[in-house]
C-alpha cells in the first residue's frame, strides 16, 4: 500500500482544513487507517483512527470534538476534517494503514505498517 497525504496548508486560528490520504493498492478497504502528526522537536503522536468498515473511530483527547476522521472505500481515500484550528494543532501530519489491529491499540505507532510522506499543517494566531 501506497499512500499520498494532502491537504495541508496555512491557516488562522479558529479555522479549518481537510486533508487527504489516498492510497494505491489493493485490499484498502481492509486496512484501518490512522492520522498522527509531529510537531517540530516532539515526537510523532495518534491523532485519529478509522475501522476498515468506518463504523468506529478514535481521537485522541486533544482533538475530540474538533477533528472528524472518514473514509471512502470505493476511492481508496481517507479524510481529517479539522475544525476550530488551534496553534497547537500545528505539525506535519502523516497518513497511515495497518491490518487486523484491535481498536484499543489504534493509537500505537508501532502497529502501522504504510505510512504517507506527511503533509504541513500551520495555524496562525
Known amino acids: 500500500v501506497q499512500l499520498q497525504a494532502s491537504g495541508g496548508g496555512l491557516v488562522q486560528a479558529g479555522g479549518s482544513l481537510r486533508l487527504s490520504c489516498a492510497a494505491s493498492g489493493r485490499a484498502f478497504s481492509s486496512y484501518v487507517m490512522g492520522w498522527f502528526r509531529q510537531a517540530p522537536g516532539k515526537e510523532r503522536e495518534f491523532v485519529a483512527a478509522?475501522?476498515?468498515?468506518?463504523?468506529?473511530?478514535y481521537y485522541a483527547d486533544s482533538v475530540k470534538g474538533r477533528f472528524t476522521i472518514s473514509r471512502d472505500n470505493a476511492k481508496n481515500t481517507v479524510y481529517l476534517q479539522m475544525n476550530n484550528l488551534t496553534p497547537e494543532d500545528t505539525a506535519v501530519y502523516y497518513c497511515?494503514?495497518?491490518?487486523?489491529?484491535?481498536?484499543?491499540?489504534?493509537?500505537?505507532?508501532?502497529?502501522?505498517?504504510?505510512w504517507g510522506q506527511g503533509t504541513q499543517v500551520t495555524v496562525s494566531s
Open positions: 478509522i475501522g476498515w468498515r468506518a463504523t468506529r473511530t
Open positions: 497511515a494503514a495497518e491490518r487486523d489491529s484491535t481498536w484499543y491499540r489504534w493509537p500505537e505507532i508501532t502497529d502501522y505498517d504504510y
